[in-house]
């Protein structure tokens, strides 16, 4: 017997090819909605790069009116946020 699990496989490490994956998805989705609110630092869940990085947050601090990502902590428990309200 076997089942059908649709639940997105979460990553519990992150290679270059991640890194590079969710660096782009915040330069070019992320970076321009952190400007419209004048963010100058926090975190935010990855989840923005797909649902496999959903268990993933990311630190993030301004440079000037760019946005350098600082850190990435996995976090079973962490919950991606709207930033389109």
Known sequence: MSTTDDTPTRKLE??????AVIRDVFDEKITPKLRRRHA?????SCEFAGPAYAGW?????SIGNDFEIIDYEYDQDGDG???DL
């Open 40 to 44: 100058r630092t926090g975190t935010l």
């Open 81 to 83: 946020l709207d930033l």
């Open 57 to 61: 947050i990311l630190r993030f601090r």
């Open 14 to 19: 992150l290679d270059e090819d991640d890194l």
